[in-house]
């Protein structure tokens, strides 16, 4: 037997350098197909030159790849390095040519989330090895391409594969509302046959999207974009786990003060120096169990925030808004988050030298700082995401 599915193209577009990326990414799409997509009768079909491709001697090879593969697809994955590749006729390179094709492109079935953008943000190589005029070219592209697009940067591979997962299924959301509109029907997608076999059915396993809900009715104004609930939810929670981490930390300190004081003040035997070590110790320990937990609970309630918050800034409605002061209260109120979020991380750095510079004693009390460390860099890691994505949609809506 056989069954009829929807099959999306998928264009993975990037230097050579990042091909260590572009394999996670392709793995990824494995897994959405199989997990979540069988049951939609949808399937990702990815694509990049290096495989999908073959080199043709009466053209360059950037033409010959763009023949081939970037006049019918429907949605571009683009991932960025230190450096943006070797420059074309048409663009600074292979990769900025491919992103300026896509742009171009309609991608109004999926809300025009055909264009996802990712950047790098640190780099694991030889430092001295990088060209400055390709960084320098890296930069400036990145800066133009903002005004117009809604990038992303990561860290690490597993963040990449994160973000370019909920940003694929977001537009395969938005691609299934269309179609459900148009009656089923999409005009550009690819009808095609499969073996019944293929499918995983049995397969129970349910993928929760999250969506920004819009309650505006046109005309309406955005009052102060508090309608977006997802966003304001979650970013609210997330907000509750930082000030519950500030109370712990001032909580500490005034323990802190005490332990300090009679430390000074006991009578320097070792036996009661060792005991007032211990307890600090355990006290230490109990505080970072409570500090890595509101680190990890404020990073997960953020990534459910910001989910939303990408659905809104590319959705249709947020594009024919021209009402100036609602968007300038809604980067009004977005600043005050990014620096609330940038003096919380800056009171975490100082604690992190205080703790650090502890001394190591008794085995609890080096116990209980070495989880404090970890726990303050794990806070230190939260507050850079939340900064990195408050910064990115401040760059968007400017």
């Known amino acids: 037997m056989t069954k009829t599915i929807t099959q999306i193209e998928i264009r993975i577009s990037c230097p050579s350098t990042m091909e260590d990326e572009m394999n996670a990414i392709k793995t990824m799409i494995d897994e959405l197909n199989e997990i979540h997509l069988d049951a939609k009768d949808i399937r990702l079909k990815a694509r ?3 495989a999908d491709s073959v080199g043709q001697v009466s053209v360059s090879p950037q033409v010959s790849i763009t023949k081939q593969l970037f006049e019918d697809y429907d949605i571009l994955l683009a991932i960025i390095g230190p450096t943006l590749g070797t420059p074309t006729d048409n663009a600074e390179s292979g990769t900025a040519e491919e992103i300026d094709l896509a742009i171009n492109k309609d991608g109004a079935i999926f809300s025009n989330m055909h264009v996802q ?4 943000k640190t780099y694991n190589g030889d430092i001295d090895q990088l060209d400055v005029k390709q960084l320098d070219m890296r930069k400036k592209y990145k800066e133009t391409l903002s005004k117009n697009l809604l990038i992303k940067e990561f860290i690490s591979t597993d963040e990449l594969v994160k973000l370019a997962s909920m940003g694929l299924m977001t537009a395969i ?22 073996p019944q076999a293929v499918q995983v059915s049995n397969n129970e396993v349910k993928f929760q ?9 046109p005309g309406d104004d955005l009052e102060y974009f508090d309608r977006f609930s997802i966003f304001d939810e979650n970013i609210i929670k997330a907000a509750g786990e930082m000030s519950k981490s500030a109370e712990e930390m001032d909580s500490l300190t005034a323990v ?5 004081n009679e430390m ?6 070792f036996s009661s120096q ?14 970072a169990s409570k500090i890595i937990n509101c680190a990890v609970t404020g990073a997960n309630y953020s990534e459910v925030a910001f989910d939303g918050m990408d659905g809104v800034l590319l959705s249709d409605e947020f594009a024919e808004v021209e009402i100036e002061s609602s968007k300038d209260e809604f980067k009004k109120a977005l600043t005050e988050s990014l620096e609330q979020i940038q003096e919380y991380r800056d009171v975490l750095a100082a604690s992190l030298q205080t703790v650090s510079s502890l001394p190591k004693a008794t085995s609890k009390f080096k116990a209980g700082r070495n989880e404090m460390i970890l726990a303050i860099k794990k806070s230190i890691e939260t507050a850079n995401m939340q900064e990195r994505r408050m910064c990115e949609y401040l760059s968007f809506i400017k």
């Open 48 to 50: 990049h030159w290096r």
């Open 117 to 120: 953008v990712f950047f790098a």
């Open 173 to 194: 959301n938005k691609f299934e509302n269309k179609r459900i509109q148009d009656n089923g029907q999409y005009k550009n997608s690819t009808q095609v046959k499969v």
């Open 209 to 217: 999207e999250v969506e920004a809900i819009i309650s505006k009715k």
């Open 256 to 260: 802190t003060e005490v332990f300090t």
């Open 264 to 269: 000074e003040s006991n009578d320097g035997s």
């Open 274 to 287: 060792k005991k007032l070590l211990d307890q600090y110790g355990d006290r230490l320990k109990a505080s």
